[in-house]
């Protein structure tokens, strides 16, 4: 993927809430003051699905995963590649409006320090909030 260097997100100053796309008023409390962010570009899988019968314009299969960003950002993206598992890591990255995500983060789009295991390896199961 071409840019690791992260993703642009989005954060309410009022009401602290992280949102994508990282530009426009928040979500939740319809506050202007925003202010966009980069997060690094790696997501953790939460579900994925291949659509035999995708949307006209679109390819067959056509593949999406919701995933998960480190500090809570959810997205829904399109699969370059195989399917993934829930729980593994991928590299995530914003073509146009689009955003996409594969297997295999560059060691560049990995924070430091070891705190992000590399793409490809399994988290914990995930548990929705009660």
């Known amino acids: 993927m071409s840019d690791p260097v992260g993703v642009l997100l989005g954060k309410c100053l009022v009401c602290h809430v992280r949102f994508a796309p990282g530009d426009g008023p928040c979500p939740k409390c319809g506050s202007a003051s925003t202010e966009r962010y980069s997060a690094p570009p790696v997501a953790t899988t939460l579900a994925a699905t291949s659509l035999e019968v995708p949307p006209p314009g679109w390819e067959k299969p056509h593949a999406l995963a919701l995933v998960e960003l480190e500090d809570g950002v959810r997205l829904l993206a399109l699969v370059d590649g195989p399917l993934p598992r829930p729980g593994e890591l991928l590299e995530i990255r914003?073509?146009?409006?689009?955003?996409?995500?594969?297997?295999?983060?560059?060691?560049?789009?990995?924070?430091?320090?070891?705190?992000?295991?590399?793409?490809?390896?399994?988290?914990?199961?995930?548990?929705?909030?009660?």
């Open 94 to 130: 914003l073509d146009g409006d689009l955003y996409h995500v594969r297997r295999g983060a560059s060691e560049e789009g990995k924070r430091g320090e070891g705190d992000v295991p590399g793409a490809g390896a399994v988290r914990p199961s995930f548990e929705p909030p009660r």
